[in-house]
């Protein structure tokens, strides 16, 4: 019975962890509907409001946390002309994790 219980809760653990890794693709998905009326979204392009970086350049101008952290203002108070666009946190980590994503494929892209 004991092997059982703990089994369950090895079981339990292991599906918590996969879930609260983030999705890139879900992080796209919410870019695209949200973000790609302003940004450049993908690993090339310019984007439409010329003030608004391409997500490859977010990538590199906010490394670590600091993505995330831009991400959770953003969500709360927007950002200069930027109005706020509410994310949920399991939002914003999948927005983070597409944004680096894409500058790390854009630094791989050959010249």
Not at 4 to 18: Q, R
Not at 23 to 29: D, F, I, K, W
Not at 30 to 44: D, E, L, P, Q
Not at 61 to 84: C, D, F, N, T, Y
Request: with cysteine; proline share 9%.
């Amino acid at each position: 019975m004991k092997r059982v219980g703990w089994g369950l809760v090895a079981a339990a653990l292991l599906a918590g962890a996969a879930q609260a890794r983030p999705s890139p693709a879900a992080g796209e998905r919410f870019a695209r509907r949200a973000c790609a009326g302003c940004h450049a979204i993908g690993v090339s392009g310019a984007s439409r409001n010329p003030l608004s970086p391409p997500f490859r350049v977010l990538a590199t101008r906010l490394p670590g946390r600091a993505l995330s952290a831009e991400l959770k203002v953003i969500s709360a108070h927007g950002h200069q002309e930027m109005p706020p666009i509410y994310m949920t946190p399991g939002e914003r980590r999948a927005v983070a994790a597409y944004i680096r994503s894409v500058g790390a494929r854009s630094r791989r892209r050959p010249a």
